[in-house]
């Protein structure tokens, strides 16, 4: 048995387990987007096609049937190997961040 880890990325039958829940949360609120942050996250609401560095900033159509946006998980810029790399993963970050923003009426 494989001991427990907290950063360990779910596999498709633990995704599919918590749809519901997922389903039941969105259902609660009312969303004008979904955003996804990584690729577990997006694919759960993309499907497995999705890819986070071809399709992030997008604004899709979710399988719930809502509009999303996928992008990359903060702690992927933090782990970035240089400086540079890491201004232009932030500066990414923060473009796909202003797509978000202006969907939802605010910038």
């Known amino acids: 048995m494989q001991p427990w880890r907290l950063h360990k990325k779910p596999n498709a039958g633990e995704i599919r387990a918590c749809a519901p829940w997922l389903g039941a949360e969105v259902a609660a609120v009312r969303l004008k987007l979904l ?30 049937g809502l509009a999303g946006l996928g992008t990359v998980h903060p702690s992927s810029i933090l782990r970035a190997p240089d400086e540079e790399a890491h201004q232009l993963a932030y500066r990414a970050f923060i473009k796909d961040r202003s797509v978000a923003a202006a969907v939802v009426g605010g910038g």
């Open 35 to 64: 955003v996804a942050l990584g690729a577990t996250g997006a694919q759960a609401l993309f499907g497995p096609s999705f890819r986070v560095l071809a399709q992030r900033g997008e604004v899709l159509s979710t399988l719930l």
